[in-house]
Nanobody, 115 residues
Framework: QVTLVESGGGLVQPGGSLVLSCLES????????MRWYRQVPGKQRDLVAS???????DYADSVKGRFTISRDNGKNTVYLQMTSLKPEDTAIYYC?????????WGPGTQVTVSS
């Protein structure tokens, strides 16, 4: 059973930075494609960034040049480095991966960008 746990969220001023972490357990982390999503209450959950097992990355247009996804297979952890944060980045951020038959999600971590 795959378990994902996010950490690193919090309150930050516009223009600030945060690094989110997602610790995976229960599978062979190095072969998993990993993703970060975010969701604002009342809206759909949107893909923010992804990284394949081969470390190919992709980003939503809204975060390109500001966010960086990376992984440390030795620590079973995927990161999302967020810079130049904007109020519209405020959301709950979720870590995600998929098995053969299902998706796995963490409980999420709140990121609030406000002065």
């Amino acid at each position: 059973q795959v378990t994902l746990v996010e950490s690193g969220g919090g309150l930050v001023q516009p223009g600030g930075s945060l690094v989110l972490s997602c610790l995976e357990s229960g599978s062979i982390f190095s072969i998993l494609d990993m993703r970060w999503y975010r969701q604002v209450p009342g809206k759909q959950r949107d893909l923010v960034a992804s990284i394949t097992a081969g470390e190919k990355t992709d980003y939503a247009d809204s975060v390109k040049g500001r966010f960086t996804i990376s992984r440390d297979n030795g620590k079973n952890t995927v990161y999302l480095q967020m810079t130049s944060l904007k109020p519209e980045d405020t959301a709950i951020y979720y870590c995600n991966t998929n098995g053969l038959l299902k998706q796995y999600w963490g409980p999420g971590t709140q990121v609030t960008v406000s002065s």
